[in-house]
């Protein structure tokens, strides 16, 4: 699809009888209007979400012909870390946030009623592991995931029921991972009513703590840094630091990239603890840190305070050493 333009892009998301084509302009289609948008946001201008785009989501939405598995990935578009790549220059992730939230909001807000009848239409009254079902699950919760950027109380409402009432981990942490977007009381009764139920199940734990970290509530490294003292959480087990700290670095970057170096300097004193008895994943952790060279001068000079003072500390683990020393 190299050199297709917007309007044939438009046409065959819209159109297209093969599937992964539909998809492929979808992705090629979002990667070029975030760029457009980043640029447009960093330079303080209004931004706005054309109309042929929504149209050709809308397709997506209502094409009951469809496979639910391809048009719930069809929906999805760039994370911010792939956004941050795909970027010429260099990038901020507080406008790359700003950009695709944008995005994912003026298209629920646009097609709310369509999203709305995907969630009824595909929810089931008891679990199946058939392939029917998890497609159904996929769309189903593709759709709640939108509808849960609007932040409305009956979205809140719904999801809160969905959640108490959800016989399947795939509906229960989809809604608890749309319901940690929120600020609001039904979270924090989310959260520790899905502790409370899986509290005796590191695995589930693992989930809990990563769904948590991955929030992109603005202030949420003080929720990380709270959840490292947390019973669940274990410096010493190496699933739970890529749970919860790994989760938080990759999964929600406009929070480590806090533009005040909090997130940078949790990640730092993580990886100095861990290095003591685990170089290998203090190694793994610290490598969050080697692509400072692509983001704006001002998270480089963070970024690389914290790299300088991993490499300052005595007794610093040859691993460490190694990869530190090399990206700096």
Same mark, same amino acid.
């Given at each position: 699809? !190299? ?23 979808? *992705? ?24 042929? @785009? ?91 995931? @939108? ?10 409402? !719904? ?11 795939? %509906? ?10 929120? %600020? ?16 005796? %199940? ?15 509530? *603005? ?44 997130? @940078?300097?949790?990640? #730092? ?5 861990? %290095? ?10 610290? #490598? /969050? /840190? ?39």
């Amino acid at each position: 699809m !190299e050199g297709w333009s917007e309007d044939e892009l438009l046409f065959l998301l819209g159109n297209d009888s093969d599937e992964f084509n539909r998809w492929e302009a979808g *992705q090629r289609l979002s990667k070029t209007l975030i760029a457009s948008l980043v640029e447009k946001c960093a330079q303080g201008e209004e931004l706005e979400l054309g109309e042929k @785009y929504i149209t050709a989501m809308r397709s997506v939405v209502c094409d009951a012909n469809l496979d639910k598995s391809f048009a719930a990935a069809a929906l999805s578009i760039p994370s911010e870390n792939e956004i941050a790549e795909l970027l010429p220059g260099l990038a901020d992730p507080a406008v790359i946030n700003t950009v695709r939230s944008f995005i994912r909001k003026s298209l629920a807000a646009a097609l709310q009623p369509e999203l709305e009848t995907v969630v009824q239409a595909n929810s089931e009254a008891k679990y199946s592991n058939e392939y029917a079902s998890r497609a159904k699950r996929s769309l189903k919760n593709a759709a709640l995931g @939108y509808l849960a950027t609007l932040k409305t109380p009956a979205v809140v409402t !719904e999801l809160t029921a969905r959640f108490r009432a959800a016989d399947n981990m795939t %509906d229960q942490t989809a809604c608890l991972a749309a319901l940690v977007e929120m %600020d609001c009381p039904e979270r924090l009764e989310a959260v520790e009513a899905f502790y409370q139920q899986w509290k005796d %199940d590191p695995l589930v734990m693992n989930k809990w703590l990563g769904l948590q970290a991955m929030s992109n509530l *603005q202030g949420n490294v003080a929720t990380v840094q709270s959840l490292l003292q947390h019973p669940a959480f274990d410096i010493k087990n190496p699933n739970k630091v890529y749970s919860l700290v790994g989760g938080f670095c990759n999964g929600s970057p406009v929070n480590f990239h806090a533009s005040d170096g909090s997130g @940078y300097k949790l990640l #730092g004193d993580v990886v100095l603890q861990v %290095d003591q008895f685990n170089p290998q994943v203090a190694s793994r952790m610290v #490598g /969050f /840190f080697t692509r400072w060279k692509k983001y704006e001068e001002g998270r480089q000079t963070l970024m690389k305070e914290q790299l300088k003072r991993i490499l300052d500390t005595k007794g610093l683990s040859e691993n460490t050493f190694e990869i530190v020393s090399k990206s700096i």
